[in-house]
């Protein structure tokens, strides 16, 4: 039976990018070896490097006074690694879930973190809007998609002070304008490629301001100075986050993707509104994430809760357990996710439904 994938990460990936993975495995490049165990030194590992970055940059339409680099260690060392090189005297952060609160508590070990607003009072079920930017803060950080309460800010936001945000989870779902930002950073594994590698977007000269010994691997400057390729990159990470930039900009690109994500988080929306059984765990439309989408089932159905997951495995679909830590369903629904597969998972909620209220 085909599978609909609806994992929150590690993901959904294009068919492309699993086939071209497999044929760089087997035959990299033409040169008879596997990208697992040519030098990273090689030309043709080089290359990968470079055209990865290229295409990045090219897809995102980033300028040219920013660096892009593929580290490892997960969007989890950046929490440290942001405030380890950029935080001097104060930080400023919006609390919008579990992984801003991770980010939080690292920072705090470096100095003075101003938490400017926080949707914790409701499980991080909206975006605070209302909120002050301290003008002193060295940077402030938002976590954009909240892969876990699914809300999401969806518009590069104004700030007067070098905006760093965690795009773990929504990276080239819609264009950014890069030029708001001084960092960006998070995770391949939701939108982009295998776990393993940690992408950074950064602009060069946001560096260099704090007094405190850093050690060269978190050093953003090393690996800016690099190309990011002081030490070993995780190659095969790298190579098959290439090959889903590429499979990205033959289908449109960013803005095609954006498209794209509007037409399947809509549908689904629209029938987690009108089925009688569910809700949205975000209420205000405006928040809702396009990327993980939750629900939860009503008060009074509670005891079919298990009994759905059950019904809709019969259709092929998994991973819409909702996270550990606030239960109910979540559907990610990331670029490589095709429409049908949110299509089959209405058709189920349909038919549930026409089976628990008859
Ligand atoms: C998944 C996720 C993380 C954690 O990423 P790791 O690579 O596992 O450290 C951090 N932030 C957000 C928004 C995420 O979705």
Do not use: C
Not at 171 to 192: H, T
Not at 221 to 243: C, E, Y
């Amino acid at each position: 039976m085909k599978k609909h994938n609806f994992y929150a990460g590690p993901s959904i990936l294009p068919e492309y990018t699993i086939e071209k993975t497999i044929e760089g495995i087997k035959n990299f490049a033409g040169t008879g070896l596997s990208v697992l165990e040519v030098s990273h030194r090689s030309k043709e590992f080089v290359d990968v490097m470079k055209e990865a970055q290229q295409l990045f940059k090219e897809l995102l339409d980033i300028p040219g006074d920013y660096s892009v680099l593929f580290l490892q260690g997960g969007a989890s060392t950046q929490f440290a690694m942001v405030p380890f090189n950029l935080l001097n005297k104060k930080s400023a952060y919006l609390d919008t879930g579990s992984w801003s609160s991770k980010a939080i508590k690292e920072a705090k070990g470096f100095g003075e973190t101003v938490v400017v607003a926080s949707s914790k009072d409701k499980a991080y079920n909206y975006i605070p809007k209302d909120y002050q930017i301290p003008e002193d803060a060295d940077y402030f950080h938002i976590t954009t998609n909240n892969t876990i309460a699914g809300t999401e800010i969806k518009e590069d936001i104004d700030s007067p002070v070098p905006l760093v945000a965690d795009m773990s989870s929504d990276i080239f779902s819609r264009p950014v304008d890069v030029s708001k930002y001084a960092l960006i950073y998070g995770g391949a594994q939701k939108n982009l490629g295998p776990a393993g590698t940690t992408f950074v977007v950064i602009k060069n000269d946001i560096l260099g301001n704090v007094d405190r010994h850093i050690p060269t691997m978190l050093n953003y400057q090393t690996h800016i100075d690099k190309g990011s390729m002081f030490n070993t990159p995780p190659v095969l990470a790298v190579f098959s986050s290439l090959q889903t930039l590429k499979w990205l900009k033959n289908n449109g690109g960013v803005k095609a993707a954006q498209k794209r994500n509007i037409e399947k988080a809509t549908i689904l929306y629209d029938e987690i509104d009108r089925n009688k059984l569910f809700k949205a765990a975000v209420p205000n439309p405006e928040d809702r994430s396009l990327m993980n989408i939750t629900f939860v089932i009503n008060e009074e159905f509670k005891e079919y809760e298990q009994e759905f997951l059950d019904f809709t495995s019969q259709y092929g679909i998994i991973g819409i357990k909702g996270h550990r830590s606030v239960g109910g369903f979540r559907a990610s629904t990331y670029n490589a996710l095709p429409k049908e597969s949110v299509e089959v998972l209405i058709k189920a909620m349909q038919d549930f439904e026409k089976k628990i209220i008859s």
